[in-house]
């Protein structure tokens, strides 16, 4: 495939809807904070932050974190999450780039780089995935720690499925509804994110009457975005690891630590250390 990956995440606003956080960063924060002891972690880059929810929490926890996005709402959205938060500069900061770019934007010398919510998956094919994973590699100390979080592409390729499970949230606009229609291209996955939203007006108390093709009789809006990602199954991910530098691969199912079932885990988590003396 060539060309840059068009597309991207959902809207800022619409992502923070879709995600339950609290029950999320809940799950994940002992296994970050296990894995940063371990590593000896004092300062985090999130590539593909979005929204900056990790990046918030790593904050939070009295670490030095950047949080990279090539998307200004999103940005926006990261910042104002912090405000709300009480965390900001000097701790938490957040730059505009993309992958690739961490070393130049930044710097090296970082104990930890993430990415996290199937951010990676945006790189321009297994040649933009070596890029990345280069440019990881020389933001790193030695022995610093990298983690690719993303969905289990090996399973969604293999099994051909064409749909992730739908999620239904109630706000106040009214119940919105956030799909994920999946369709296989050339070295790739397509994603059709579809965001149904019923206006809180038209919800249980109103007429059941209405006209199946009109939103504005039926409250009913929908808005669609589509994104085409590189395809990543884990053992992609685990050969472009090892040529990149790194050591200690391991692919897990979830935020347990336990291994990965390919044929079964919905997401797959890949930790590895940058080769070199651990300081």
Same mark, same amino acid.
């Given at each position: 495939?060539?060309?840059?990956?068009?597309?991207?995440?959902?809207?800022?606003?619409?992502?923070?809807?879709?995600?339950?956080?609290?029950?999320?960063?809940?799950?994940?924060?002992?296994?970050?904070?296990?894995?940063?002891?371990?590593?000896?972690?004092?300062?985090?880059?999130?590539?593909?932050?979005?929204?900056?929810?990790?990046?918030?929490?790593?904050?939070?926890?009295?670490?030095?974190?950047?949080?990279?996005?090539?998307?200004?709402?999103?940005?926006?959205?990261?910042?104002?999450?912090?405000?709300?938060?009480?965390?900001?500069?000097?701790? @938490? !900061?957040?730059? %505009?780039? /993309?992958?690739?770019?961490?070393?130049?934007? *930044?710097?090296?010398?970082? #104990?930890? $780089?993430?990415?996290?919510?199937?951010?990676?998956?945006?790189?321009?094919?297994?040649?933009?995935?070596?890029?990345?994973?280069?440019?990881?590699?020389?933001?790193?100390?030695?022995?610093?720690?990298?983690?690719?979080?993303?969905?289990?592409?090996?399973?969604?390729?293999?099994?051909?499925?064409?749909?992730?499970?739908?999620? @239904? !949230?109630?706000? %106040?606009? /009214?119940?919105?509804?956030?799909?994920?229609? *999946?369709?296989?291209?050339? #070295?790739? $996955?397509?994603?059709?994110?579809?965001?149904?939203?019923?206006?809180?007006?038209?919800?249980?108390?109103?007429?059941?009457?209405?006209?199946?093709?009109?939103?504005?009789?039926?409250?009913?809006?929908?808005?669609?975005?589509?994104?085409?990602?590189?395809?990543?199954?884990?053992?992609?991910?685990?050969?472009?690891?090892?040529?990149?530098?790194?050591?200690?691969?391991?692919?897990?199912?979830?935020?347990?630590?336990?291994?990965?079932?390919?044929?079964?885990?919905?997401?797959?988590?890949?930790?590895?250390?940058?080769?070199?003396?651990?300081?």
């Amino acid at each position: 495939m060539t060309g840059p990956r068009q597309g991207g995440v959902e809207p800022a606003r619409d992502y923070d809807q879709m995600v339950d956080w609290g029950k999320r960063l809940g799950r994940e924060e002992p296994f970050f904070r296990g894995l940063f002891a371990e590593a000896g972690v004092r300062r985090v880059v999130d590539v593909g932050c979005g929204s900056g929810q990790h990046a918030i929490m790593f904050a939070g926890w009295g670490l030095e974190v950047a949080g990279v996005d090539p998307s200004g709402p999103m940005l926006a959205q990261a910042r104002d999450n912090a405000r709300a938060a009480s965390v900001g500069e000097p701790g @938490l !900061r957040f730059v %505009e780039g /993309g992958f690739g770019e961490v070393e130049a934007l *930044l710097g090296g010398g970082w #104990d930890a $780089i993430v990415t996290l919510g199937n951010g990676l998956p945006h790189v321009d094919g297994p040649a933009g995935l070596a890029a990345t994973l280069a440019d990881f590699a020389a933001a790193l100390r030695p022995g610093g720690v990298v983690v690719l979080h993303l969905l289990n592409h090996r399973r969604l390729l293999d099994g051909r499925i064409r749909m992730l499970p739908a999620v @239904l !949230r109630e706000t %106040e606009e /009214g119940d919105r509804v956030f799909l994920k229609v *999946l369709d296989y291209v050339e #070295d790739g $996955i397509m994603f059709d994110f579809v965001t149904l939203t019923r206006d809180a007006e038209v919800g249980p108390g109103a007429d059941n009457a209405f006209t199946y093709d009109d939103p504005a009789a039926t409250g009913w809006h929908l808005r669609s975005r589509r994104s085409v990602h590189t395809a990543l199954p884990v053992d992609l991910l685990e050969d472009a690891l090892d040529g990149a530098g790194f050591t200690g691969v391991r692919a897990l199912g979830d935020h347990t630590g336990r291994a990965l079932d390919v044929g079964a885990d919905e997401s797959v988590i890949v930790v590895a250390r940058r080769a070199g003396e651990e300081r």
